[in-house]
């Protein structure tokens, strides 16, 4: 059962505080919320994602809820917890959605070392993956969130999942967190796609979510194999892409340091970087625009089989 | 207790294989409570031995492999850490004795697998003590600035002076002369303890506890230096110790008397007893008959603490008022086997009014 079939099913009211359990990527959470409106955010986002009332094995057991309290009624905040512990302070009501994702990224970055985690936009074609990572500012969220409405499907915006047994990029498209003059450039650049509502004034500035193409979210278990890694850079103004080829000791050097967990995972970390540098071709590329960019990266992508 | 009314993580501790039968539910209870214990990897390996890995559903498996990098991590952290401090004190400072997780780790024991080690614990002669601090502070270890009452309190009464930290690392040492403090109702000789020492291969002046010593120490460091509660990890460890050397011949013909020689037959009798009784750890029906004659308390003190012990032990979900109340006796337990009460009484008085100034403190902040 999806999400979407889930809700239309049972609706939310009915079972306030049961757990739900959802599919996210290769994990299944379980989520116990009495917050409606949140929940139906979620289905908006997740609508094709696999869903059930009934216990599964969960990878994240995590909770979202009103803060107790006086804070119900009195300037009301949401926490959020994995496991039982709050490791965040509470968050404005309002944003509740906006703290669940957030929160559920913290725990894939803390906890998911089965992968190793890049900072990475990823987006697939023809089977084949292109990975975009950056630190946070870069416009990585951006820039993926235009390939995925221009023939890519997307595999994530935050997390670049690489699986050490074979290299290949596991997927987790999320909804993707829009940050303040980003959610004015793609409301005009995919005038069609949903936003969810401006969470005003979050710890990062105004954000709104702008959910994945269906079919990234339909396929979402369905790996791609990484060839092309590019290291995109925002620069305000920027006429013509600038676009590199970096060696690929340079390129393994900044993956090393933008992976979430390199040192953690020691020599499988190392063997894992090496093997996707060794299979990708390694560039740089600064934009100020992203039709153009997206032009640049069609030219270098172009050598897809097929 | 019948084991179908164990939590699934003693379920799974005991019996690897009882993983394939579990429910989700089952599932989502051992692995959350696993992880706030510190055990998932150690339970992963546990798993992975009885082969039992594969039959794990996918979710579960990702967990329990995803857990090991943490512990290797820390690991590695702590081995440099061990030649950092063995390079930094002079060899007239003599050898050094590691403690715990490091012992485990440093002589190789399959127990250290999947174990969360965060501090160093060494030991030295007390009479040396001293010059070891002044080495380690001359080669960049840091003591945090503690006040008057604090520095007597850990030279005066304790097994350990103020815990070490070299300023480019995150890792606690913490040089120990004694297993308990000076105060303590225990009082095992060190010496004997050095005496019996073995070395550790490939790394010269650096040593361990013989393997009764080893044991012994785990479960005085759980029954008679700490409030128990939260306490599953250390018990996990009496059992892979005892899995580990219980299959020579000679080790359980010697424990006893080398507990009563070491003075500490009372926190042999409690790890046996709690670690068979929680983990079903294999130890001879003689030696438990044995050990409990000599070293058991009076029968009142043995129920209670039995009521007590299998209450604050085993994971602890969600509120009760009775565990609650158990883990309050025990907390006042440790503290009362730590000092003698003319000592003790104006300690705590002390540590609560201390923090009640912090909480005034804290609550000036946020009204500021």
């Not at chain 1, 390939?147 to 935050?158: H, I, K, P, Q, V």
């Not at chain 1, 498209?173 to 959610?183: D, G, H, M, Y």
Request: positive net charge; proline residues 8%.
């Amino acid at each position: 059962m999806t999400l979407s079939e889930l809700r239309q099913a049972q609706g939310w009211r009915g079972c306030a505080g049961d757990d739900l359990y959802y599919r996210c990527g290769p994990f299944i959470v379980q989520l116990r919320s009495r917050l409606a409106d949140t929940l139906d955010l979620l289905e908006q986002f997740y609508g094709p994602c696999w869903a059930s009332r009934s216990p599964a094995v969960a990878h994240f057991q995590v909770e979202v809820n009103s803060a107790p309290g006086l804070r119900r009624w009195w300037r009301s905040q949401t926490v959020f917890a994995l496991d039982g512990l709050h490791p965040f302070e509470p968050f404005p009501r309002a944003q509740a959605f906006a703290l669940l994702e957030w929160g559920l990224n913290w725990s894939i970055a803390t906890r998911a070392h089965q992968y190793l985690m890049l900072h990475a936009g990823a987006l697939e074609r023809k089977g084949q993956a292109l990975l975009l990572p950056a630190m946070p500012g870069a416009g990585k969220s951006t820039l993926s969130a235009a390939l995925a409405y221009r023939g890519w499907r997307l595999l994530g915006d935050e997390f670049g999942l690489i699986r050490p047994a074979d290299g290949a990029i596991v997927p987790l498209p999320r909804a993707i967190p829009l940050k303040n003059r980003s959610i004015p450039v793609i409301r005009e650049f995919l005038p069609d796609a949903f936003l969810g509502p401006v969470f005003p004034k979050t710890r990062k500035g105004d954000v709104a979510h702008l959910r994945p193409p269906l079919p990234s979210l339909e396929r979402q278990t369905e790996p791609a194999h990484p060839r092309w890694i590019t290291f995109p850079r925002f620069v305000p103004g920027l006429r013509r892409p600038q676009l590199k080829r970096l060696e690929k000791s340079l390129g393994f050097t900044r993956l090393a340091q933008n992976a979430f967990n390199y040192r953690l995972l020691g020599e499988d970390g190392f063997t894992t970087l090496v093997r996707l540098v060794r299979e990708c071709a390694c560039f740089s590329l600064d934009y100020g625009d992203l039709d153009t960019a997206i032009a640049r990266i069609a030219e270098i992508t172009a050598d897809a089989p097929r | 207790m019948h084991p179908a009314k164990l939590h699934p993580l003693l379920r799974s501790a005991r019996d690897p294989l009882a993983v394939v039968h579990f429910s989700a539910d089952d599932w989502n209870r051992c692995l959350r409570t696993a992880r706030t214990e510190r055990v998932l990897a150690r339970l992963g390996y546990r798993i992975a031995d009885a082969d039992a890995l594969d039959r794990c559903p996918a979710a579960a498996r990702d967990q329990l492999i995803a857990a090991r990098a943490y512990p290797g991590f820390l690991q590695g952290r702590i081995a440099h850490e061990v030649s950092q401090v063995r390079r930094a004190l002079p060899a007239a400072d003599g050898d050094l004795i590691l403690l715990k997780g490091a012992a485990y780790h440093c002589a190789g024991l399959p127990l250290t697998r999947g174990r969360q080690l965060r501090d160093l614990d060494i030991l030295v002669p007390r009479a040396r003590i001293g010059a070891c601090e002044r080495d380690l502070l001359a080669g960049g270890w840091e003591s945090q600035p503690l006040n008057d009452y604090d520095q007597r309190y850990y030279r005066d009464w304790m097994h350990e002076i103020p815990p070490l930290r070299h300023r480019h690392r995150d890792v606690e040492v913490d040089l120990h002369h004694r297993l308990l403090p000076l105060t303590s109702r225990l009082r095992p000789d060190p010496d004997l303890l050095w005496e019996s020492s073995l070395p550790v291969a490939g790394m010269p002046g650096v040593r361990v506890l013989s393997p009764a010593d080893m044991l012994l120490h785990t479960a005085t460091h759980l029954f008679h230096d700490g409030a128990i509660r939260g306490g599953l990890n250390d018990l996990w460890d009496i059992d892979e110790l005892v899995r580990h050397f219980g299959g020579r011949p000679e080790f359980w013909g010697k424990l006893p008397g080398r507990a009563a020689r070491l003075d500490l037959g009372r926190p042999l009798y409690y790890g046996l007893l709690f670690s068979h009784a929680l983990l079903g750890t294999p130890i001879p029906a003689a030696v438990l008959t044995d050990v409990g004659r000599r070293f058991a308390p009076a029968r009142p003190v043995k129920a209670l603490m039995h009521t007590l012990v299998t209450r604050a032990l085993p994971p602890q979900e969600g509120w009760s008022a009775f565990a609650g109340l158990a883990n309050w006796l025990l907390y006042v337990r440790s503290h009362w086997l730590r000092m003698p009460p003319h000592l003790l009484l104006p300690h705590l008085i002390r540590k609560s009014l201390r923090r009640l100034d912090s909480l005034d403190q804290h609550s000036g902040r946020l009204r500021g």
